[in-house]
């Protein structure tokens, strides 16, 4: 029997946390298992900051707010922690410490809200003992295992009325409009946006574009008549032959990626505005897609994930993903959804040993959108 949870979330912010804290927090009340949250993901369980959350105080009207009322890490991994040693950062394996905390607190239980590299932490602590369950977040949906991650269909909405208001000054002025959106390695925001926003052209890491092509669209539109274009650009999207388009360095530590993404829209608006003659405009979207009230979709999402994954801990079902499969709610083991980053604490999410999930060219929005004649560059 369980009797005291704790919930972490960590890695970039989405809209849906607190939807999913506060399933999780309703859910153990109504079966008398008190709840806690660490502050600021796996940094508060290796400091041992935590709250205690109730649906009538703590977590009580946090439904529809955007970000994390306990925070949450982008630069976590506790089992590679920056320590300073005579004048030098280090990086130490300190989960030890966070599983020696977890005990000494007494909780039976603790759900890690959070993406990819998250997930592979959940599953490095599940095989050193710890009950862990995981609930998949992230604007990009590219967790492993799942049809759908929550905060994505919020970072779709945002991108499809950015697309919506981009049009209209397109139309106006004659131009192409570039939107770059967020999404990692992974293409998912750029396809589902661009399929909503009516883009013409959408470039994804998936497919490596070839810019001619991308201008040939364009061109054939202009034949038509059609003065304006709209282009979505993944920030993973790049050229055939070239490299992703990096922005700068993070400082996330070791057995994290530490690429920032950024500069792919406007490599691809001054090639089309060189090729087409047409004049050319980027924006970035940005913080946009993860900030703010999250949708009707993820606040349902959110609340079904964090429902289930408090069932789970209740039928004593640990070191499992809440998922949707085949469109239901369900669950898979963590050992399935790092897939073959087996090796405990050397390396988490975001690198080429993650098992993600990315566009294939058999999903239905990539048939429809070639059905629909929407050019990949390619
Ligand atoms: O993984 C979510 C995400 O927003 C990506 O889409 C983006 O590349 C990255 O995080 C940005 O990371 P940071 O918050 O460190 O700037």
């Not at 506060?22 to 298992?33: C, D, L, P, W, Y």
């Not at 087409?276 to 079904?304: E, I």
């Not at 993650?354 to 390619?378: E, H, Q």
Request: hydrophobic share 40%; aromatic share 6%; glycine share 12%.
């Amino acid at each position: 029997m369980i009797k005291k949870v704790a919930i972490l979330a960590n890695g970039g912010d989405v809209s849906g946390f607190n939807a999913v804290i506060r399933a999780i927090v309703k859910t153990a009340e109504h079966n008398g298992v008190e709840c806690y949250g660490f502050i600021d993901g796996y940094r508060g369980m290796l400091k041992n900051e935590f709250v205690k959350l109730t649906s009538g105080n703590s977590a009580s009207g946090i439904l529809h707010k955007g970000g994390s009322i306990i925070g949450s890490s982008t630069n976590a991994n506790v089992f590679k922690y920056p320590v300073e040693e005579n004048g030098q950062t280090v990086y130490k394996d300190l989960s030890q410490v966070c599983i020696d905390n977890v005990r000494n607190d007494g909780f039976d239980c603790i759900f890690t809200l959070g993406g990819d590299s998250t997930q592979k932490s959940a599953r490095d602590f599940a095989v050193r003992g710890l009950n862990v369950i995981g609930v998949p977040k992230t604007i990009d949906n590219d967790v492993a295992c799942t049809e759908i991650t929550f905060g994505y269909n919020t970072a779709v909405s945002v991108a499809s009325e950015a697309l919506d208001r981009l049009h209209s000054t397109a139309e106006t002025h004659h131009r192409i409009m570039v939107l770059e959106v967020m999404g990692r390695y992974a293409g998912w925001i750029a396809l589902e946006s661009g399929i909503s926003g009516g883009a013409d052209v959408i470039l994804i890491p998936e497919i490596p574009y070839d810019i001619e092509k991308a201008a040939d669209a364009i061109r054939k539109r202009a034949e038509m008549g059609k003065k304006f274009s709209i282009v979505v650009v993944a920030e993973g999207a790049y050229p055939k032959g070239g490299k992703v388009s990096v922005a700068n360095e993070r400082s996330g530590g070791e057995g994290v990626i530490n690429e920032q993404l950024g500069g792919a829209g406007q490599i691809v608006a001054k090639q089309l505005q060189e090729l087409t003659g047409l004049t050319t405009r980027c924006t970035v979207l940005g913080y946009m897609q993860r900030g703010g009230t999250p949708t009707a979709f993820d606040r349902v999402l959110s609340t079904k994930y964090g429902a289930k994954a408090m069932e789970l801990a209740l039928e004593g079902k640990f070191n499992v993903l809440t998922v949707i499969k085949n469109g239901k709610l369900d669950y898979v083991p963590l050992e399935e959804v790092v897939g073959d980053n087996k090796e405990i604490g050397a390396v988490q999410g975001g690198t080429s040993q993650s098992n993600v999930r990315y566009v294939t060219m058999d999903n239905d929005l990539m048939k429809t959108a070639r059905n629909i004649g929407i050019s990949f560059g390619d």
